[in-house]
């Protein structure tokens, strides 16, 4: 299984772009980058995932590296709604471990 | 779509009593998955059923562990007997497809006295 490597938490102010960036140095050429996020307690929830190109939809943007040794979660306009554990899991098959993941926390 | 449903919502019981957790899948999912998440251990994956079949159950922690899915449309998670350090809060996701994203419920959070 890859390792994956996330800062412990970042701020962010609101409204602003928030980069939230992922080293998955290890991973495999199969391996789907996946991310998810967990808000105060609730179950992890699903943001985006991709493989080899850069993916947007409603919720986020993510920029994988060239070598895909390293992704970046964009969020474009942070919002109060946004502060949450994100994590970066890479995935070749039905597992999906979660490291300790990036504690985002959204000033007003 | 009510999402995956578990109950109870909460727990609280004493030390040497069964427990029993109980999650109902997004209708037309075919795999389910029971996660454990503590402040020590982060989230774990306990067990993973595909097609109500157990694939993969490294994750149990021991034998007082048990997981079943007798139907599609249903699971359980038993802990027998148990124990303070089995405290923590449960998850309960789903899938579709493989590959496919896993939709989690809201969590049953445990509390062994």
């Known amino acids: 299984d890859a390792k994956t490597t996330q800062p412990n938490s970042m701020e962010s102010n609101e409204e602003e772009p928030v980069h939230l960036p992922c080293n998955h140095s290890?991973?495999?050429?199969?391996?789907?980058i996946h991310w998810y996020r967990q808000l105060p307690s609730q179950g992890p929830e699903y943001v985006i995932h991709?493989?080899?190109s850069n993916v947007n939809n409603r919720m986020a943007s993510l920029a994988i590296a060239e070598d895909r040794k390293s992704s970046t979660l964009i969020l474009h306009r942070a919002t109060l709604r946004d502060a949450a554990v994100y994590y970066c899991?890479?995935?070749?098959?039905?597992?999906?471990?979660f490291g300790s993941g990036t504690r985002l926390l959204v000033r007003p | 779509d009510a999402g995956v449903i578990q109950s109870p919502r909460h727990e609280v019981t004493e030390m040497g009593q069964e427990v029993t957790l109980r999650c109902k899948p997004i209708?037309?999912?075919?795999?389910l998955f029971w996660y454990r998440q503590t402040m020590m251990r982060g989230l774990e994956l306990l067990i993973y059923?595909?097609?109500?079949?157990?694939?993969?159950d490294s994750g149990m922690p021991e034998d007082r562990f048990s997981a079943k899915m007798p139907n599609a449309s249903f699971s359980t998670l038993k802990i027998q007997p148990s124990e303070p350090r089995d405290s923590a809060v449960y998850f309960c996701?789903?899938?579709?497809?493989?590959?496919?994203?896993?939709?989690f419920g809201p969590g049953t959070r445990l509390t062994v006295l």
């Open positions: 209708s037309g999912h075919n795999s």
């Open positions: 290890t991973i495999s050429g199969t391996d789907y």
């Open positions: 996701a789903s899938r579709g497809l493989a590959g496919d994203t896993q939709y």
């Open positions: 991709g493989l080899t």
């Open positions: 899991i890479p995935d070749s098959s039905y597992k999906l471990i």
């Open positions: 059923f595909n097609n109500n079949v157990p694939i993969d």
